[in-house]
């Protein structure tokens, strides 16, 4: 069913442009900053490791906070725009301490400045991505419409991972060996300059719904309606379950390519396309959630995936392009499970009013922000089992411990796949359910404002 185009495309083109430098910023700080600060600023990898490892704590820990401040905190009448707009001084700053540290400390840094500021930036990322999402679901009350509203916003995230990732080799090819320094300098200013630029263009054209003042819940009964949202709790459990194949395989993959295929230099390319077949992907996703819903729309993609994954099995040394053709397919069919699953969200938050009373958009997508997290973190169980297994990159491994790699590759996400289709085959709210959810806050609302008082008049006790 063709949704009900609540947001026109140059509004909703514009909403989904701050995606781009979101994820442009967020791309290099897992691939690019720990190598950097490592060896070039002289840490130590140690050192390093240590520091992100808290930042990680600390941006879990964080999630749900900055969720029920903006949630509850508006400006002017307004939860969402308010606070994107409030990252992005914060996240400016951030991103010159952190991406250009030559620039203000010189040749060194301490510890201590880059886990000051890898911090902050975290506090500043969650909060702009948190009051996106928040806004993407309160943007449409319509089924579909929701679905092409987050649609257009993972498009555009991909697409800024797509582009900073793409930087990197293009100044390998235009200026040759280029030093890492220069590379996340380049990605920072890339975030300097599209950052401010984009947030103001959505927060200048696209409406946020006005706010009406939740009921107050007192944090034991909140926390005891959250528990007891069961769609909630299958949907976390989903999140969970498809961010172990993408850490799994994203963490695996350069030793896969290294010592199961063999091509290191086929690295990047074979990774971009990746990024490329999901710009593809994500419309044919949300286009497949219009006819079957979109949690049947996951189960179709976790199948796909499943097959595909499959396929690595198969890959002996030298199969360059059988390995780049799962890996766009892979792309083609894994990128929009992420849309879906932030589309359901937007419907269990009004699952949610229904039963509290209050709209906490924010905290939701913190916790869905927050299980994403643990499962790509879960990932790294794979590198002490290889370890046990007897793997070592490098091609130092027998056939063995690489027959070791290759099953770990497939058999962690293959597991995790087959767990969220039986959390989603059967999920409960689809778009019937979804529009009884809908008329029954309408008629709430109503209730409400006939109660209320009207202009000029006084309420009585």
């Given at each position: 069913?063709?949704?009900?185009?609540?947001?026109?495309?140059?509004?909703?083109?514009?909403?989904?442009?701050?995606?781009?430098?979101?994820?442009?910023?967020?791309?290099?700080?897992?691939?690019?900053?720990?190598?950097?600060?490592?060896?070039?600023?002289?840490?130590g990898?140690?050192?390093?490791?240590?520091?992100?490892?808290?930042?990680?704590?600390?941006?879990?820990?964080?999630?749900?906070?900055?969720?029920?401040l903006?949630?509850?905190?508006a400006?002017?009448?307004?939860?969402?725009?308010?606070?994107?707009a409030?990252?992005?001084?914060?996240l400016?700053?951030?991103?010159?301490?952190v991406?250009?540290?030559?620039?203000?400390?010189?040749?060194?840094?301490?510890?201590?400045?880059?886990?000051?500021?890898?911090?902050?930036?975290?506090v500043?990322?969650?909060?702009?991505?948190?009051s996106?999402?928040?806004?993407?679901?309160?943007?449409?009350?319509?089924?579909?419409e929701?679905?092409?509203?987050?649609?257009?916003?993972?498009?555009?995230?991909?697409?800024?991972?797509?582009?900073?990732?793409?930087?990197?080799?293009?100044?390998?090819?235009?200026?040759?060996?280029?030093?890492l320094?220069?590379?996340?300098?380049?990605?920072?200013?890339?975030?300097?300059?599209?950052?401010?630029?984009?947030?103001?263009?959505?927060?200048?054209?696209?409406?946020?719904?006005?706010?009406?003042?939740?009921?107050?819940?007192?944090?034991?009964?909140?926390?005891?309606?959250?528990?007891?949202?069961?769609?909630?709790?299958?949907?976390?459990?989903?999140?969970?379950?498809?961010?172990?194949?993408?850490?799994?395989?994203?963490?695996?993959?350069?030793?896969?390519?290294?010592?199961?295929?063999?091509?290191?230099?086929?690295?990047t390319?074979?990774?971009?396309?990746?990024?490329?077949?999901?710009?593809?992907?994500?419309?044919?996703?949300?286009?497949?959630?219009?006819?079957?819903?979109?949690?049947?729309?996951?189960?179709?993609?976790?199948?796909?995936?499943?097959?595909?994954?499959?396929?690595?099995?198969?890959?002996?040394p030298?199969?360059?392009?059988?390995?780049?053709?799962?890996?766009?397919a892979?792309?083609?069919?894994?990128?929009?499970?992420?849309?879906?699953?932030?589309?359901?969200?937007?419907?269990?938050?009004?699952?949610?009013?229904?039963?509290?009373?209050?709209e906490?958009?924010?905290?939701?997508?913190?916790?869905?922000?927050?299980?994403?997290?643990?499962?790509?973190?879960?990932?790294l169980?794979?590198?002490?089992?290889?370890?046990?297994?007897?793997?070592?990159?490098?091609?130092?491994?027998?056939?063995?411990?690489?027959?070791?790699?290759?099953?770990?590759?497939?058999?962690?996400?293959?597991?995790?796949?087959v767990?969220?289709?039986?959390?989603?085959?059967?999920?409960?709210?689809?778009?019937?359910?979804?529009?009884?959810?809908?008329?029954?806050?309408?008629?709430?609302?109503?209730?409400?404002?006939?109660?209320?008082p009207?202009?000029?008049?006084?309420?009585?006790?």
């Open positions: 069913m063709t949704p009900r185009r609540e947001l026109g495309t140059a509004r909703l083109f514009a909403f989904a442009l701050p995606a781009m430098p979101l994820a442009a910023l967020y791309s290099p700080i897992t691939v690019y900053l720990p190598p950097f600060y490592g060896t070039e600023m002289g840490l990898l140690a050192v390093v490791g240590g520091v992100f490892i808290f930042a990680r704590v600390w941006d879990i820990v964080t999630d749900p906070v900055l969720g029920i903006s949630d509850r905190v400006i002017r009448g307004s939860r969402r725009r308010p606070w994107l409030v990252s992005v001084p914060l400016l700053v951030t991103v010159v301490m991406f250009m540290p030559r620039a203000v400390s010189g040749e060194t840094v301490s510890a201590g400045y880059l886990m000051f500021w890898l911090a902050v930036m975290y500043g990322y969650t909060l702009a991505t948190l996106q999402y928040s806004w993407a679901s309160e943007l449409s009350a319509d089924y579909n929701r679905s092409r509203i987050m649609g257009w916003r993972e498009f555009f995230h991909l697409s800024g991972m797509l582009a900073v990732l793409s930087l990197p080799a293009a100044m390998e090819y235009f200026q040759g060996n280029t030093s320094g220069d590379k996340v300098a380049t990605m920072g200013m890339y975030v300097l300059v599209l950052l401010p630029l984009t947030v103001g263009l959505a927060v200048a054209v696209v409406p946020e719904h006005p706010h009406r003042r939740n009921e107050q819940l007192d944090w034991r009964e909140g926390m005891r309606i959250l528990l007891r949202n069961a769609p909630m709790r299958r949907v976390l459990a989903t999140d969970l379950a498809v961010g172990i194949p993408g850490g799994v395989m994203g963490s695996l993959y350069v030793f896969f390519v290294m010592d199961v295929i063999r091509a290191p230099e086929w690295l390319v074979i990774l971009l396309g990746f990024f490329a077949a999901g710009l593809l992907g994500v419309p044919l996703t949300v286009r497949l959630s219009y006819r079957v819903g979109k949690h049947h729309a996951i189960v179709a993609c976790c199948v796909a995936m499943i097959l595909v994954t499959l396929g690595f099995l198969a890959l002996e030298g199969d360059v392009l059988p390995f780049a053709a799962l890996i766009v892979s792309g083609l069919v894994f990128n929009g499970i992420n849309a879906m699953l932030r589309s359901i969200t937007a419907d269990i938050t009004d699952y949610d009013q229904v039963h509290s009373g209050s906490r958009a924010g905290l939701y997508y913190a916790l869905l922000t927050l299980t994403s997290k643990i499962g790509y973190a879960f990932a169980i794979t590198y002490p089992v290889l370890e046990w297994l007897g793997y070592e990159a490098g091609g130092q491994s027998g056939a063995q411990a690489i027959d070791a790699l290759r099953y770990t590759f497939v058999v962690f996400p293959l597991t995790a796949l767990v969220a289709i039986c959390l989603m085959w059967r999920f409960p709210i689809g778009l019937e359910r979804q529009r009884e959810i809908r008329r029954l806050l309408s008629e709430r609302q109503r209730e409400d404002e006939s109660v209320r009207q202009d000029g008049e006084r309420a009585h006790p």
